[in-house]
């Protein structure tokens, strides 16, 4: 296997490279075996996803790609002067893409986001007599950032007016030079800068990542957690955010538990963050309401929500600060209820839940204390690490006609009994083994089950989201086996049919 062996390079050590101005300074230089797609692919990534390279940074918004018509031009903002693409040359090289992207940093109070123009260029060298070096492919990524001087540079980057990744690689080896590349990160300095030790750890750290990502993909690495499958990014992102600012400081400086508030406060956040956007979705919800021309809306109004085993609090709190109609109980109350306003605690009850085919079988009735787990008002289920209530929530779902969200911490069976659900194939661990089982529990009612990985501080950070019923599933299938046509087209002639009836005179009948 390969080794990651880092060396520093002189700046004459580069006679086929002509730098555009004395400022530009090479750092560290690494050998690798992977193609120039390797590192387009993986310069590529990191340009879409630069928390990759700094924990300071959510993502990166493309503004601009060359490359693409999809990216979004309807924003007045996005035309101006500071989001145009600076332009920018290097000698020998043809530019092949340009792409425009901001960086977002977690806490905007403390950085502020970051205009950059990222340029690809390439060079190709062709020489079949020169038996000893065969034939070179030089890719260049450079890093133009939208700012005039170091002061002006957020934390999170470099303090370089601009930086460059160079890939060679010999695209036809000989026998004296078998097929390897070298990366190099290259950093233009801001005048009167040095080249110090906190550059050098960066550029370390930098090429690091390309190379492990790089010699990942060769090895035939296959990334197997996919985030943001129902939530776009900027949308979950941009809500967490406000939220946080909203509620994290005051929610951390008041937790009354022995438990870390820096996990569980902002895990809960993120969470809430979740649920608003996939009830934007779903429902016209209480930002939406009466926003549409006329006051109406296509979408169903949002039931309200009850937190089964609601734990500390802190999601119904925020969920009903946020203008969320909704309720959560628990078996024990915590000591978080405390701290919370009156129109929270209000909402939050002392109470276990003994499903109602439970009661009627045994002819044994609870309690106030007892709820049934039936929601008459199809209120939107949530089970956040409910552990035995977990297996129950797609069924409790199905006999309120509810939908829901769990997210599996712990496994029990259906009598609440600790247990490791069966392992399918191809299951990495008994968490996702539990997943699945949860997953399989909501199809078996006719919930067509959708998966998605939470960003949240915690290994046991997926959902299954049962919103959908295979009830129309069925009714299209039948319809378009007896018709043997497609739903759309048969929906069609029935508008047609159903719109020339309105137009005939009425008769008796």
């Known amino acids: 296997m390969h080794k990651f062996e880092p060396f520093e390079v ?46 300071h940074l959510f993502r990166a918004d493309i503004l601009y790609d060359s490359d693409s018509e999809s990216v979004p031009s309807g924003d007045p903002a996005l035309h101006q002067v500071e989001y145009q693409p600076i332009d920018a040359q290097w000698q020998g090289f043809e530019k092949t893409r340009t792409i425009v992207r901001r960086l977002i940093p977690r806490n905007p109070q403390l950085d502020k986001s970051l205009v950059q123009t990222c340029h690809f260029f390439r060079n190709q060298e062709l020489d079949l007599n020169d038996r000893d070096h065969g034939a070179k492919e030089s890719l260049l990524i450079l890093y133009v950032p939208h700012v005039q001087s170091a002061e002006e540079m957020p934390f999170y980057h470099p303090a370089v007016s601009q930086l460059a990744f160079l890939f060679e690689h010999a695209t036809l080896p000989s026998l004296n030079q078998p097929q390897s590349g070298t990366i190099t990160i290259l950093y233009r300095l801001f005048p009167n800068s040095i080249l110090d030790n906190k550059l050098s750890r960066t550029a370390l750290r930098l090429l690091q990542i390309i190379y492990k990502h790089g010699q990942g993909i060769l090895a035939g690495y296959e990334k197997r957690v996919h985030l943001d499958q129902l939530i776009p990014q900027k949308k979950y992102q941009d809500t967490y955010t406000r939220l946080k600012m909203k509620y994290g400081k005051q929610l951390a400086e008041q ?29 016209s919800t209480p930002g939406q309401l009466g926003s549409a021309e ?19 609090g802190i999601l119904v709190h925020i969920l009903l600060s946020e203008g969320y109609a909704g309720c959560g109980f628990d078996a024990r109350e915590r000591k978080t209820w405390t701290i919370f306003p009156k129109s929270t605690r209000e909402k939050l009850e002392r109470r276990i839940l003994v499903p109602d085919v439970f009661q009627k079988t045994n002819h044994q009735e609870g309690d106030e204390s007892w709820h049934t787990g039936m929601f008459h ?11 035995e209530l977990t297996p129950w929530t797609p069924l409790l779902a199905f006999l309120s006609g509810s939908a829901f969200v769990a997210i599996p911490c712990c496994s029990h069976d259906l009598s609440g009994a600790r247990f490791r659900a069966p392992k399918g194939k191809k299951m990495p661990s008994a968490y996702a083994t539990l997943c699945s089982y949860v997953a399989s529990l909501a199809e078996a009612v006719d919930f067509i089950p959708e998966q998605d990985v939470l960003r949240i501080p915690s290994t046991r950070n997926q959902c299954i989201i049962g919103r959908k019923s295979r009830k129309r599933t069925r009714v299209i299938q039948l319809v378009e086996r007896e018709t043997k046509s497609s739903i759309a087209l048969v929906a069609k002639d029935w508008v047609d049919r159903a719109q020339k009836l309105m137009l005939k005179p009425a008769s008796g009948h």
């Not at 580069?14 to 387009?40: A, I, K, M, N």
């Not at 009354?256 to 809960?268: A, Q, R, S």
């Not at 006329?294 to 500390?312: L, M, Y």
């Not at 199809?378 to 956040?384: A, T, V, W």
Request: glycine share 8%; aromatic share 12%; charged share 15%.
């Open 10 to 55: 002189p700046n004459d050590g580069y006679p086929g490279v002509v730098f555009p101005d004395d400022l530009w300074h090479c750092s560290l230089q690494c050998r690798c075996t992977f193609t120039s797609d390797v590192f387009t692919t993986v310069m590529l990534n990191l340009i879409k996803n630069p928390n990759i390279t700094s924990s």
């Open 255 to 283: 937790w009354v538990e022995v438990t870390d508030p820096g996990k569980h406060v902002f895990e809960d956040i993120a969470i809430a963050a979740y649920l608003i956007e996939l009830w934007s979705d779903m429902y």
């Open 294 to 312: 006329g006051g109406s809306t296509s979408k169903p109004v949002f039931p309200g929500f009850v937190d089964i085993g609601c734990g500390n």
């Open 377 to 387: 008002n199809g209120e939107f289920i949530i089970s956040n690490h409910a552990d």
